[in-house]
Every structure is written in C-alpha cells, then in structure tokens.
C-alpha cells in the first residue's frame, strides 16, 4: 500500500510511531484519509475533462471533415451507392509496366488551362491525409461483378435488339446491310467467362438514365458508340436532335419522356492538339500534341455531366509531335528524325489518358457525383493494305481466341488505359473511375467493320475496317455500359 501523502500538520509516520496517545492517532488517520480522498477526487476530476475534451476534438474534427466530403461529394454519405462503382476489370499480373520517360522534360501548365502531372508524377492529387477520406477511398476500388474483359462469342439465334430499318438516325456509312454486307455478323452475342452479360433491354437504360446527362467523348468510334447508342434507345423512346455542328463533331440528344440529355464531343488526343502544316501551309496529317495542356472543346463541356464516357488511341498511329513546356520533347513514328526521340505510341497514349483522368478527377466545376468511364481501345482489322490501299476485313464469323494476338500493339494500349483509371482510382478520393474493357472481344471481330459496304459518297475507292457496322458487335459495348450503370444506380431504377 502506498504512503498517505505528506501532511504538515499531522508529522510525518515515523513521528506518528512515537506518541503515546491514541485519539491523537485516530484523529490524524481520518485527516490524512481526508487529504486523500480529495487528492484522489481532484485526479478523478481532471482525468474525466480531459477525456471530455479528447472526445469533443475527435467530434469537431470528424463533422469537419464529413463537410468536406459533403461539399467535394454528396455520394460519400451514401456508401452503398458509391461500393458499387465498377472495380478493377483485370489482374495485377495483366498490367504493364509504362514506358519509359526517355528524354521528356517535366511538364509545364499556363494558369488559365488544368495543371497536369509531370510523366514522373505518383498521385493525381494529395493523398488521403484523414482518418475518414482513408476510410472513403476504398469504397471506389471495389472489383467489378462481372469480369466482361475475358471471354467468347456464342450463337444469337435472335439477333439484334434493332435493325437498320427499325433506327431512323442510321447513318448511311454504318449501314451496312443497306449497301450489300451478309447478315451473318449479327448473330452473336459476347459471353464473358464466368458469369453472363444480359442482352441490352432499351427501357432499362432509360430508366437508370433517367434525367441524367451523358457524353461520349473521343474520336469517330465515341461516335460509333453513340450512334449505336441512339439506336437501341430509338427502340423504346424517339430521341430530340438539340444541336449537331456543321463537322458532325459534337450533338447533343434529349429523350424528354426519361428527361434523358446524350451528347457526342470530338477529341482525337484529349490534349490540345494543332495540325502541322506543310510547306504549302496547309495543314498535314500530323499533329503537335501538347501533353501539358488538355483541349477545352470538350473540357469546357464537362460541367453538367453526370456520366462520361471516354475513348481514342487510333489517332496516334500516324506522325505526331509531342510538345512539353512551349517546345518539342518527343515523337511518334517520327522514323529518322535526328532531334526527337520516338517514344512510341504506347507512352504517348499513357500520357494523354493519365492527363484526362486527372484532369477530371480536378475539375472544379463538374459535378461532385461524375462518373467516368474509359472505354478500351477498339483495332482495326485491315489485311492486304489499308484504308486505300487494298486492305479488306471480308471475314464471315468472329475469329477464333487462337487468331488473336494477346502480344499485340491493340492489347498492350488497353493495358496502359486500364492502368491509368486504375491509378486515378487509387488517388482521386471521391471521384469514380471505371472502364468498359472491350478489347478482346472486339479483336476477335474482324467481320464486324463496313469494309466496301458504305456510302461511296462518304469515302472513294477505300475500304473502311476500323469503324463497326449497326448493328453489330459494337452494340455489345452499350451492354457493358448499362451493366455498369446498373451495378452503380439504386435498385429501384437499375430494374
């Protein structure tokens, strides 16, 4: 037991072991009991206020920080919405490592454009430093339902959900049975291993759809998309034209009865981009891209949007020039070119896509709830030539999985697409990433393209197996795409 605390009144112990009187004694315990006994509540007192303030800072601190989970996303405060926003669609094992820096400088931003990391950069924006945005964060990681990446075409003995006398907003180039193509690519259907892809059904997009906004943002195979896009929902709702630009480049759709808004914006590279010209002074099929600075034709159009779909990559298989900091850092398929280095066409898509995903992971004027998906690249399927140089894509049935090269240029830019949404992932916080990982299967479709069967008017003596017929297999990318809304939407409007 422990010495009662010293008290000058009452001597110290061993003085107390000398006296002779009792009272005294008694008198003297119950006062050092007494000192005691306040001293213990005094200890008591200011521990319990101590503990009452430590409780009232970790309150304070957690409501702060739920206002600013608030105020970047109202999603946060509902997590089972935010849980089920589609997941990685591959293995680690299946990711590439990105190509090297070579001699690329740092980048450089104007203040007036969005700041973009440098190709050395680990995080597109601070990392987590909360206890509740740490909690947050995995709740955009989580692994999609489905795997749709892997799999095979199997017989569709019902064929598409339209045809190309059921769409009225066909185009003529896509028409493919209008000008000669045997219906024969219609009837398959992807089948992913493991679990199943359900047939696209057009009142239940536009019902998880419903007064949303929606972009395709990229090249003519974003249109692609849209288009076929437009097409299944024609089945079930006749859209509104709001606006279509004399170039055909950017449109906007309404279906007013779902108060459902589809938009198409053209980027080629996501990066402002600049023909180059020749020495005529007119401009050539090259580019200046510029890899410090994202393009504001579709960058300006992102506030609003509640969901966006990007994609590209075919553009970069011509010569383009990659600028940095107001000068020329790089090349792609430069051949010869002693003053730049070709870095590749792989590196040059790893920058553009990191720059876009970071760019709207840091749009500040979007919508807090944005989703993004990126959607894989799509090959051509050219043989004997090109475009118009005797190249045909005359195939009668998808190609078998041993045809399909897993070591190709196609399957290595999906691999560096996939891992730039999977990054953004990991650093962004609240905003959702994820990706409609549709190469495979359409690698396997080289019967799939227009080939000669077009329009003449839209392109002479050429061939065209880069774009997809509608219908056609590019349909099955609106199935993933609704699979994937409805995985994120509440149950009652994913029916």
Known sequence: MAPLPHSPSSGSPRSLQRSSSGGEWSVVVQRNIKSSLLLLLVISATFAFSILYSSRGLTVGTTTSTGEALTQSPLHVALDVSRRVPGDVEDERDEPTAPGDNNVSPEQSTPEDISLPSANSTAAAAAPNTAHEQKAAPSVQLEEKCDISRGKWVREPNGPVYTNLTCPMLPDFKNCQKFGKDPGHLFWRWQPDGCELPRFVPERFLNVVRGKRLAFIGDSLARNQMDSLLCLLSQAETPTEVHTDAFDKFGTWHFPAHDFTLMVMWTEFYAHAVPVAGADGKPTGSFDIHLDRLGDDWTSRLPGLDYAVISGGN???????????????????????????????????????????????????????????????????????????????????????????????????????????RRVRRSSGGKRFGVLDVTKAMMMRADGHPGAHFDSRWMRNGSDCLHWCLPGPVDMWNAVLLQRLAEISQPSTAR
């Open 315 to 421: 553009w970069f298989f011509r010569v383009n020039y990659l600028w940095e900091g107001g000068r020329r850092v790089g090349c792609v398929n430069c051949g010869r070119d002693a003053n730049l280095t070709d870095v590749g066409v792989p590196y040059a898509v790893h920058r553009v896509v990191r720059a876009a995903v970071e760019g709207i992971a840091r749009c500040r004027g979007c919508k807090s709830g944005l989703v993004t998906f990126l959607r894989t690249y799509s090959p051509d399927h050219f043989e004997h030539g090109s475009w118009f140089s005797g190249g045909t894509c005359d195939r009668k049935g998808p190609l078998e999985e041993g045809e399909v090269s897993m070591g190709s240029i196609g399957w290595e830019l999906r691999r560096v697409q996939s891992e730039e949404v």
